[in-house]
């Protein structure tokens, strides 16, 4: 069993910042790509920023230059750092993870979400 639990929401104001954090945990034998996604009202899901192992890193147009994305291996952790946030990037965030949980076996999980509000 797999658990990706996120953390760091909440409420800003708009210029404002936030860190989000993800954590992995359970029957881990490794972690290939980790990302985060945002689900806004009435809208699909969609990419924020994605990481490999090795740590490179992909962000879509509306988040660059404007946001980090890091990972701490040895803790099976995630990070999205976030500034300059407007009220458009209010919406729900998941954190995705690609997980071998042997060295058969991989799935992707996600976590439950945590929201983020922007308030203008």
């Known amino acids: 069993q797999v658990q990706l639990v996120e953390s760091g929401g909440g409420l800003v104001q708009a210029g404002g910042s936030l860190r989000l954090s993800c954590a992995a945990s359970?029957?881990?034998?490794?972690?290939?790509?980790m990302g985060w996604y945002r689900q806004a009202p009435g809208k699909q899901r969609e990419l924020v920023a994605s990481?490999?192992?090795?740590?490179?890193?992909n962000y879509v147009e509306f988040v660059k230059g404007r946001s980090t994305i890091s990972r701490d291996n040895a803790k099976n952790t995630v990070f999205l750092q976030m500034n300059s946030l407007t009220p458009e990037d209010t919406a729900v965030y998941y954190c995705?993870?690609?997980?071998?949980?042997?060295?058969?076996?991989?799935?992707?999980?996600w976590g439950q979400g945590t929201q983020v509000t922007v308030s203008s």
């Open positions: 359970g029957s881990i034998f490794s972690i290939n790509d």
């Open positions: 990481i490999t192992r090795g740590g490179i890193t």
């Open positions: 995705r993870g690609e997980i071998w949980t042997s060295k058969w076996t991989k799935g992707i999980y």
